[in-house]
């Protein structure tokens, strides 16, 4: 069974950083697609960054290109996500999800949500 756990949300001030962290199990680590999403109050879930540790094929969106950074640890099993230079449009409930794809998939320029395994998602809150 594939599980995914996310952690590290927080309240941080802008201009702040955190760090989140996605714990897996279920799966082979490094040659699956991990990907981090994120939901805001009243709008449409986005894909923000994928990982492929093995290959280190990495997907950022345009929102968080150049301030967040996704990372893989495979010892641990677990990805990252470094969220730097935070605005309060960040705020949000994160998420990590998997389908055991070997690539981020991209529809359309935006990271494909029609993934099979989620975790439960992290509060991000960035005060202004």
């Known amino acids: 069974e594939v599980q995914l756990q996310a952690s590290g949300g927080g309240l941080v001030q802008a201009g702040g950083s955190l760090r989140l962290s996605c714990a897996v199990s279920g799966l082979t680590f490094g040659n699956s697609a991990i990907a981090w999403f994120r939901q805001a109050p009243g709008k449409e879930r986005e894909g923000i960054a994928c990982?492929?540790?093995?290959?280190?094929?990495?997907v950022y969106s345009d929102s968080v290109k150049g301030r967040f950074t996704i990372a893989s640890d495979n010892a641990k099993n677990t990805v990252y996500l470094q969220m730097n230079s935070l605005k309060s449009e960040d705020t949000a409930v994160y998420y990590c999800a998997t389908d055991r794809a070997s690539f981020c998939e991209v529809v359309g320029g935006t990271l494909s949500d029609g993934l099979r395994y989620w975790g439960k998602g992290t509060q991000v809150t960035v005060s202004s």
């Open positions: 990982i492929v540790s093995d290959n280190d094929d990495t």
